[in-house]
């Protein structure tokens, strides 16, 4: 099996192709190493992958196309998980265009990198479960309708979604969207909540806690997501025979096409998410109380039942399991 990763220097990418390396998989990854977080972490996380056996890197954006089409043509790929986008809910609001370039441009050139290699046989690529922008039922079904994004981030993911059916349609080609709900664990991303409220509460300084605390989220250990995505890889998506166009099913469809949920269906309270985070570090956290910010959701909540029928899988790691390991990590890579 030789799979292409993109964003193999980001969080989740590192983590998967770490499993891929240990399960014998020869993995081509790409990333461009960006400054939109600590490039130092995303060196270190690359080092860590960097002449095993099996591995390949390029350094390349996605924007790139003719870069990006030279790997696929000198590459005979099985598989692509395509994890690589700028990331970020707020950081949308202050450079759109990054959102445009990477997310729109950048997906396009990998679609047009699988439509032409015949060999690709399942494209799996991430969404987000900020597509459920303004969605008030919960939880959050595939099933269904997400055409109300509350931030362009949100509306790029669901434009991937859209433009993977498309060539799902067009060209057949297996192409499954898997909607993250808010991945955290070891090796995480800076702009994320653990790890901003970890580093002020060591350094003694206060936390922003959004909507006064009233916030719930669907937090998911990096563990069970990247189970989840090696498990999607081998389930080759087909045409659902029962999809109807009279009543048409968002969540699957007469193309070779499926989105699923990745998430514990769990969701937690915001402050007790600190609390356990305070209990880890043994430190009270500063609390800096503040209204809901443009584009952020209230709360989150996965359905993954299409997951676990369709994979036997679905993620079971606590909080306060995952909290421990990630302050464990932090605590031994900063040195704090």
Known sequence: MHILVTGVAGFIGFHLTKRLLDNNMKVCGIDNINSYYDPRLKKDRLDMISGRDGFTFHKVSLEDRKALMQIFRDNDFDIVVHLAAQAGVRYSLENPYAYVDANLNGFMNILEGCRHHDKIRHLVFASSSSVYGANARMPFSVHDNVDHPVSLYAATKKANELMAHSYASLYSIPCTGLRFFTVYGPWGRPDMALFKFTKAIIEDSHIDIYNHGKMQRDFTYIDDIIEGVVRVMSLTPEPDPQWDRE??????????????????????????????????????????????????????????????????????????????????????????
């Open 247 to 336: 009543s048409p099913d968002p969540g699957t469809s007469y193309a070779p096409y499926r989105v699923y949920n990745i998430g514990g269906s769990h969701p937690v309270e915001l402050m007790h998410f600190i609390g356990v985070l305070e209990d880890a570090l043994g430190r009270q956290a500063k609390k800096n109380m503040l209204p809901l910010q443009k584009g952020d959701v209230v709360a989150t909540c996965a359905d993954a039942k299409d997951l676990e029928t369709d994979t036997g899988f679905r993620p079971i790691v606590p909080i306060e399991e995952g909290i421990r390991s990630f302050v464990d990590w932090y605590r031994s890579y900063y040195r704090v």
